[in-house]
Every structure is written in C-alpha cells, then in structure tokens.
C-alpha cells in the first residue's frame, strides 16, 4: 500500500505563506490525480487543489490565485504553495492520491494555523 507523508505546515501570520509537501512512498507518475484538502476546525474535509498527470491544476474559488499545487513526478512529490494566507485558511491539509476509479490514498494531515 502506498504511504503519503506530508510536511511543511505550521503557524503563519495572515498575508504570510507557506509550502506544503507530500512525499509518496511509490512512483507518483501514473496517478492520474494528486491533491490536497483541508478540515477547518469544526467543519467537514474540502477540496482545495488538485493537479492532474497531464499538469492539469483544479482550485476551489476561495485560494484560486493564493495557492498553487504543482508535482515533481521525479521526485514522487506534490507541493501546495499557500501565499496570502488568511485566518480562514485554517486547518489540517491532507495530501490524496487517486490512482485510478477505485483508489484513494491520504496522509496523516499537517496543520497550517493563520494568526490575524
């Protein structure tokens, strides 16, 4: 089974950015999408990104031109650059991978907390 490992979070200050990896334990080059999501305190997992194996990239409205994912199928790695970070942005990401129909893989999650 394929393992995500993700890194990179932590405490930010609003208008602050960070960078978020998630490493795979497998090749990444054939799955055919990568993403990550976030769980706000108190609030359902969302949709925040995702970039296909052809380099497609999907945001959900609320960080299109604050975030940008992007992978390195080399190094088995996707990135999420999180730039004018609000306290809203608040929450625990979680790198997926979805190999095919069938499959869905997730990390552990890293936290991301944004003081106003």
């Known amino acids: 089974q394929g393992q995500l490992v993700e890194s990179g979070g932590g405490l930010a200050q609003a208008g602050g950015s960070l960078r978020l990896s998630c490493a795979a334990s497998?090749?990444?080059?054939?799955?055919?999408?990568m993403g990550w999501y976030r769980q706000p305190p108190g609030k359902q997992r969302e949709l925040v990104a995702q970039?296909?194996?052809?380099?497609?990239?999907t945001y959900v409205g609320s960080v299109k031109g604050r975030f940008t994912i992007s992978r390195d199928n080399a190094e088995n790695t996707v990135y999420l650059q999180l730039n004018s970070l609000k306290p809203e942005d608040t929450a625990v990401y979680y790198c997926?991978?979805?190999?095919?129909?069938?499959?869905?893989?997730w990390g552990q999650g890293t936290q991301v907390t944004v003081s106003s």
């Open positions: 997926h991978a979805k190999p095919n129909a069938f499959t869905n893989y």
């Open positions: 497998r090749s990444i080059s054939s799955v055919n999408v």
């Open positions: 970039v296909t194996s052809g380099g497609l990239t």
